[in-house]
């Protein structure tokens, strides 16, 4: 448990950290708060990939809800009489703060957070009864990559959009195609790179099946609500892989 918690308060500081470099570059060189919210969403995904091997722990359904609750404990330290306090706070704040989900900045991330992680160990627990826990890291590829990318792929590049909404508002928000397909293509990459966990016809299946749905759900989740909606579907589906190829087979 001690490198768990070394791994959770190297990420903590480093998250917290880079969302302040970053809400410097929003509030004083206009930089996109669209880019830095998944510069910050790569940072949460990678780093404790790259530091695993040096702080080694036996992760499981604790750990996860540990994890989770340090980093809402994290997001509470940029609630609105905080950052109204602390220049820190507000600037940090700044990084993930898009204008277009004032005034739900927060609670939609913070809800979001835990509705993924109370999904998580749900799946979890569901891929265990399979003894296939690894297989969760194909939902984990496409919700932290394919998910990643999808914003600032779309910002940049998409030209054929489409609309979706969000919870507690009436406001539209957009989507793009060219967004949706990093979702789908990581959703590929996902599969092969599970390779090895996925046994004679389960590859093909979830080949056929994971990326699309994956791929749907993303596309009709509420805005800023798709991480719960991804890591659902990606269960159920590499549930249903393992299902099907037991009847192929």
């Known amino acids: 448990m001690l490198n768990f918690w070394l791994l ?3 990420r903590t500081v480093a998250l917290i950290g880079m969302a302040w470099v970053l809400g410097r570059l929003v509030l004083n060189h206009g930089v996109k ?7 910050l969403h790569f940072i949460l995904f990678f780093l404790p990939i790259f530091l695993a091997p040096y702080f080694p722990f036996e992760g499981g359904l604790g750990t996860t809800l540990l994890s989770g609750s340090t980093f809402l404990l994290a997001i509470g330290l940029m609630a609105k009489p905080i950052r109204e306090r602390f220049d820190f706070t507000r600037i940090t704040f700044a990084a993930i703060d898009r204008p277009e989900d004032r005034p739900y900045t927060l609670l939609w991330l913070s809800t979001q ?3 993924t992680y109370v999904v998580l160990v749900g799946v979890l627990a569901w891929l265990d009864s399979y003894d296939r826990t690894a297989l969760i890291y194909i939902t984990v ?7 990643g990318l999808a914003e600032p792929v779309g910002v940049r590049f998409g030209k054929h959009t489409y609309a979706t909404r969000a919870l507690f ?5 957009t989507r793009s195609i060219e967004g949706s397909a990093c979702v789908f293509l990581s959703g590929i990459l996902a599969c092969i790179l599970l390779r090895g966990e996925l046994a004679g016809a389960e590859f093909w299946i979830a080949l056929a099946v994971i990326p699309i749905a994956m791929t749907f759900a993303e596309a009709f989740s ?3 609500w798709d991480s719960p909606f991804l890591y659902l579907i990606g269960g ?3 549930v249903a892989t393992l299902e099907l190829a037991t009847l192929v087979g």
């Open 8 to 10: 959770e308060l190297i």
């Open 33 to 39: 708060v669209n880019y830095t919210r998944k510069i």
């Open 169 to 173: 508002t009436d406001r539209r928000y």
């Open 141 to 147: 590829i496409v919700a932290g990559i394919g998910d």
């Open 113 to 115: 957070l835990l509705a």
């Open 236 to 238: 159920i589906t590499t």
């Open 222 to 224: 509420p805005h800023t």
